[in-house]
C-alpha cells in the first residue's frame, strides 16, 4: 500500500497542478472581465454649471464618446441660462437627464433643457414632492381594501381659492414630469421598485436585504456613471433631524468613473444619507467631490469626508442663497481634510477634464470662469438662523431670496 501511495503522490501533484492553473486562468479572465476596460487617452469633460444667484444645481458630463448626462437643470427661473450654457459648451443632445430629487432648485429649469434638446433617457427615483405623497397616499388606501375596514371616504379636492396658489415644488415637479413626458424620452426609475422576491430570508427566518442595487452607464470609451444611491428603504420625514428633511435625504447620488479619475456626485445628500453610504461599505472613494446639499451644514459629516477622501472639493451654490451656503462648519471640515475648494458663488462655471491618466504629470485640470474675488473658505450667514427649528424644513420656507446688497445710506429721519 504504501508503495503504491508514493508512486500516486507526483499524479496527484500534477493533477492538482493542472487544475490549479486552469482554475487560476479563468479566475484571472473573470478578474480582467470584472475590470473596466482602460480609458481611451480622449477627453471627458465635466461642468459645474453656474446657476445662481440662488441655489441650484446642474452638472455636466461629456464622455470621451461625446455621450451627455445632465445631473439637474438649476431653478424655475434658471432653465434658459442652464440652456444658454449648455448651447455655449457646444453639446446638442442630452443622453441622459438624471433629476437627482424633486425640489425646485433641482427640476425647475428641466423644462427648459427637456424642450430644447433631443432627449435619450430621463432618470429619477419617482419621489414625488411630500405635498404630493399625501394626495397619493391617501388614494392608495382607499383602493388597497382593508380587511374588517371600510374604504375611507374619498376626500374632495379642494379647488385653489384665489390667490392661494400650491406649492412652488409642486407646479416645478407637474412641469417637469410634463416636460419628460413630452420629450419622447425614455424614463428609467432608481432604485428599481423593490420586488418581494428580492428580498430573502435566512436559515432563522430573519428577513435579508440584498445588496443595495446600482445603475452603471456606459459613457463609451472606458467611461461610467453610477448611481449608488438613494438605497431603500427611502428616509421618511420622521426620521430626520432637525433642519433635515426627506426628499434631500433620499437624493441620487452618483460616482463617475474613467481609468484613475473619480468624481462623486452627492446632490444634496442629508447626514444620514452619507452614514448610511458610509456603514454599508460602498465605493465612494473620489478624487473630486461635489459636495452635499450647496454646503449646508447638515450634511459633509467629518465621516463621509474622511472615506472619500477628495483632493478637490466643489460647491454650487448661489451668491444670495438665504440658508448659510456654504456653512462655515463644512469649509472647515473640508480644509481640516487638506482639500483645494471650488465654488460656483465666487467663481462662476467650474470646468474639469481629464483624460483618465496621468497627463504632463497631472490627472485632470480644472478652469473656473473668473478668479473668487473674496475668500473661498469663508462661509456664508444664513437669513434666518435655523439650527433651533425642529423637524422638517421645506423647500422655499425662507421666504423669497434676499436682493442684491445695495450701497448702504447713513440718513436718519
Ligand atoms: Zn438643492
Not at 452638472?59 to 438649476?74: H, M, R
Not at 432563522?204 to 463609451?220: A, V, Y
Not at 450647496?294 to 466643489?314: L, M, N, Q, R, W
Request: hydrophobic content about 30%; some cysteine; overall charge positive.
Amino acid at each position: 500500500m504504501a508503495k503504491i501511495r508514493r508512486g500516486c503522490a507526483p499524479a496527484v501533484f500534477l493533477i492538482l497542478a493542472v487544475v490549479g492553473g486552469v482554475a487560476g486562468f479563468f479566475g484571472w479572465r473573470w478578474y480582467k472581465e470584472q475590470q473596466p476596460p482602460p480609458p481611451s487617452g480622449k477627453e471627458l469633460r465635466v461642468f459645474v454649471l453656474d446657476v445662481g444667484p440662488t441655489d441650484g444645481d446642474s452638472i455636466l458630463v461629456i464622455s470621451p464618446e461625446d455621450k451627455t448626462v445632465l445631473i439637474d437643470a438649476g431653478d424655475v427661473n434658471r432653465g434658459k441660462k442652464t440652456v444658454e450654457a449648455l448651447k455655449k459648451i457646444g453639446i446638442q443632445r442630452v443622453d441622459y437627464f438624471i433629476a437627482t430629487h424633486s425640489h425646485a432648485d433641482h427640476i425647475g429649469g428641466a423644462p427648459d433643457v427637456l424642450n430644447s434638446f433631443p432627449i435619450g433617457t430621463v432618470i429619477d427615483n419617482g419621489l414625488q414632492p411630500p405635498e404630493m405623497q399625501t394626495e397619493t397616499s391617501t388614494e392608495s388606501a382607499d383602493q388597497g381594501k382593508v380587511k374588517g375596514k371600510k374604504p375611507a371616504p374619498k376626500p374632495t379636492p379642494r379647488p385653489p381659492r384665489g390667490g392661494q396658489r400650491e406649492p412652488l415644488s409642486v407646479i416645478a415637479y407637474r412641469n417637469y414630469k410634463d416636460a419628460a413626458g413630452a420629450s419622447g424620452a425614455k424614463y428609467e426609475k432608481f432604485p428599481p421598485d423593490q420586488k418581494q422576491e428580492d428580498v430573502e430570508t435566512d436559515e432563522k427566518g430573519k428577513k435579508k436585504s440584498p445588496p443595495p442595487p446600482e445603475m452603471k452607464l456606459d459613457l463609451g470609451g472606458g467611461a461610467f456613471l453610477t448611481l449608488i444611491a438613494p438605497v431603500q428603504p427611502f428616509f421618511t420625514r420622521e426620521q430626520m433631524r432637525d433642519g433635515g428633511n426627506e426628499p434631500n435625504a433620499n437624493s441620487i447620488i452618483a460616482r463617475l468613473d474613467y481609468g484613475d479619475f473619480s468624481m462623486l456626485l452627492a446632490g444634496d445628500a442629508e447626514a444620514q444619507t452619507e452614514q448610511r453610504l458610509v456603514s454599508k461599505e460602498m465605493n465612494i472613494s473620489a478624487k473630486i467631490l461635489k459636495v452635499a446639499h450647496h454646503g449646508s451644514k447638515y450634511a459633509t459629516t467629518e465621516d463621509f469626508v474622511k472615506t472619500v477622501k477628495p483632493e478637490v472639493a466643489i460647491i454650487s451654490d448661489g451668491e444670495f442663497n438665504r440658508y448659510g451656503h456654504p456653512a462655515q462648519a463644512v469649509l472647515d471640515r473640508l480644509k481640516a481634510a487638506n482639500v483645494k475648494l471650488y465654488r460656483t458663488d465666487l467663481q462662476g462655471q467650474i470646468a474639469i477634464t481629464t483624460t483618465g491618466k496621468l497627463k504632463d504629470g497631472r490627472l485632470y485640470e480644472i478652469k473656473t470662469e473668473k478668479d473668487a474675488k473674496t475668500d473661498v473658505w469663508a462661509g456664508r450667514e444664513g437669513q434666518y438662523d435655523d439650527s433651533s427649528r425642529k423637524g422638517f424644513i421645506a423647500y422655499g420656507d425662507f421666504g423669497p431670496p434676499p436682493k442684491p446688497p445695495r450701497e448702504k445710506t447713513t440718513k436718519k429721519k
